[in-house]
Structures are given as C-alpha cells and as structure tokens.
C-alpha cells in the first residue's frame, strides 16, 4: 500500500500528480491528466488501494469548500463536512456487497425516495426514544400519510393482508412478547364490489399458552352501500364497558336466552330470583270462547287481542264478541282460550280482573259481575260470576247468550 504524508500534495490542479499504472518506481510521480490530455483532476496511485491516515481529511475544492475525515479520535466514523452532497436522479446508493439494501431517489417514477430491502430498524438507548414524526407544512386541509402497500403481482383474493402493526414487549422473563397488533386485510376481492376488514389484537391466555385474539373488528359489507359491521370482545366472557350514555340510532339485538343485566343493583329485593331482563314480545293473540269442547262461532271484527310480553310478565287486552253459540252449541262453564304463552304453573302465578264492558249477556240478577283469570299451566281464561256473597261461580254458555261479549284486559305471569 502507498501512503501519502505531509500536509500539501499540491497546490493548485495543474500540480497533482499520479503514479503510473503500470507500476514502476513509488517516488516516480506524473502528471494524471484528462482524456484530452488536458486538464488534470485527480490523484491515482498504482497499487491496488489507498491510504489517508486516521484523523486526515481529504480536502475538495480550492478552499478546502468540503472534506472527508475518518475520526479515529471520536467514535471511528467517517466524516462529511461543507456544502451538499448529493446522489442524482435515479442512482442508487448501495448496502452490503450484494447491494442487499439500497436507496434511491426515484425521479422517473413518483419522485419518491425509494429504500429496498429487507428489516429496517431504528435504536435508541435513550428513554422515550426513538421518535418518528411524519410532519406536513402546508396551509391546507390535507394531512400527511402513513400508507401500507401488499402489491403481490397477481389477483387480490379474500383474506389478503394489507398491513400489520404490532407490538411487542418484556413479559416477566425477559422474553420479547407479542402484546398486541393491528391487521388491514381484504374482506372482499371482486372488482368494483372491494370491502375491507380491519382487526385489533391483544394478547390473552388460559393461564399456560399466550396468544393474540382480535377483540375489535371492523369489516365492511359488500354490495350493500354503508355498512360496516363492528365484533367487540372475544367469547361469551368478554365484557364491554361504556363509561358514558351509550345512544344507539338502530336496533339492539340479543342472542336468544341473553338480556339486559341488573347485577349492579345495590339493593335488591329480598325476594329476588333474577336480574336479567332478556324477553320483549308484542303482537296479536286469536280468542275462542267455549266450554272446552265446542267453540262458539266468533265475531270476525271481535276475535283478535293485543299482547305485549316484557321478561315474564304478558300483558294482554281484547273485546271478544260471538254471533253464534257454536254448532254444536257450547253448554255449561265457558272460558276464553288463546292466550299467547302458557301461564306459569304455580299459585304465585294468578292473576285475573274484572270486565270493563259486555254486552248481550243473560247473568240471573242486575248487579252480577264478571271476573276472570288465567288458568295456571294452560293457556285458556276461566271466566265467572260474582253470583253470591259467598264467591263466584264458573260463567254458563246460558248467561253469556249467542251474541255475547265482554272487555277484558290483565297482566300475567308467563311460564
């Protein structure tokens, strides 16, 4: 290897020197000239490398303008100092003796700065570093972009992923775990008809085996226009809290059996069997009068009730009205049968009240009264008389009458 020592090799271009390339003499030094034999631009030595010592620099410009240094003193880099330095359009700047890394200023293309390669990483051991900003200065509206690009050279399909974002930290053992993670992935392929899928990710586990599990999904519908179906929680023990008002603009819908809970109640009843409110029903309920056996022919515009059932507890209403006592014609105790759900089977479970209205009746004595109630395990309504101080007594097709009819409307307690 030639060395260079001294602290001038020149003083001005015409005065650089060169050895020649055919080897020789190292104290032999000739002028290194262009192509043209004309101006001369550089040193070349003839052997096979070069060397500036540690903490030299190798000047450019007639002012020394800018200079390369290896500082060996400092922490063994190698040093840049003056004006810019610059790598044109489209030239790469090459890592690794593969180029297994490059950079490059794609002037052809986006005028992008283009890095190609493999893993990047950025350290700090200082805390709460490193930082990366992403920082647009124009007075716009219009904010910059992080953009995630999966381009696999051939046809998009369902489950593709577009992106991932994950984190990972110490557990306990000092082993660098997967804590969480965010996925972008295609929901739906076909041309023209794209919908998008992105998932949130935390770690959870059995007590043995630690996995990341998506607690919150984002997933877009396909061909139906502004719709996006949101997952939140992870099997029937995730619990979701909302620490303010929750406003929903559509419906809430309960899988069967589940409900609204009512555990956070501080002070229930002693009495108390369950808090979950998980049953709300409405509808229409088709009432037949007979005696059990032969129903009476009814009133196609006096037929039908309302019912509206909340947890156990159906509330139904009606104005049941006949044109006929059936054929064969009813005798003996009637009831009113229909009643949407089969009445809970124990004597808490009664419940009746008093007809509002009748009309066409043949009870036995002015100021007679009717009362009903439904008949536990069954679905049916026992009507009576209050006929006697004593009680009541079951209501006879004879008092009812062909075109007769009664109000009725009472809470009761479902199966």
Known sequence: MATLTG?????????????????????????????????????QLATTSALIVDDAKLYFGTGSDASFEYDEDGNDVLLYDGANFRINDDTQLQFGAAADWTVEYDEDGNDDLVFTGSDMAIESSTSAKPLVIIKNTTNDTTAP?????????????????????????????????????????VSEADETDEAGKLSFYVAESDGTNTALTAGLVLEGEHATDGEIDVTIGA?????????????????VIMADGKGIDFAADASPSAGMTAEILDDYEEGTWDAVVTDGTNPMTMNGSCDTGYYTKVGNLVTVSGLFITTSLGDPAASGAIRITGLPFTVANNNAAYSGGGA?????????????????????????????????????????ASEWTADGGIMIGFTYRAA
């Open 145 to 185: 972009t992080l953009r995630f690009v999966m381009d696999k050279g051939a046809a998009g399909a369902d489950g593709d992923d577009c992106g991932t974002i994950e984190f990972y930290g110490d557990d306990a053992g000092e082993n660098q775990t997967a804590f969480a993670k965010i996925v972008a992935e």
């Open 356 to 396: 509002t209205y009748g009309e066409s009746l043949d009870l036995a004595a002015a100021g007679h009264t009717i009362g009903y109630y439904g008949a536990t395990n069954n679905t049916f309504i026992v009507i009576n008389v209050w006929d006697a101080t004593a009680g009541i007594s079951g209501m006879l």
């Open 235 to 251: 099997g029937a023990s995730s619990t979701t809290t909302v620490a303010g008002d929750l406003s929903v603009a559509g419906d």
């Open 7 to 43: 602290s001038t090799i020149a003083s001005s271009y015409d005065q650089l020197l060169c050895l020649p390339s055919g080897g020789g003499n190292t104290t032999t030094l000739v002028a290194l000239t262009d192509g043209n034999a004309a101006n001369t631009f550089c040193l």
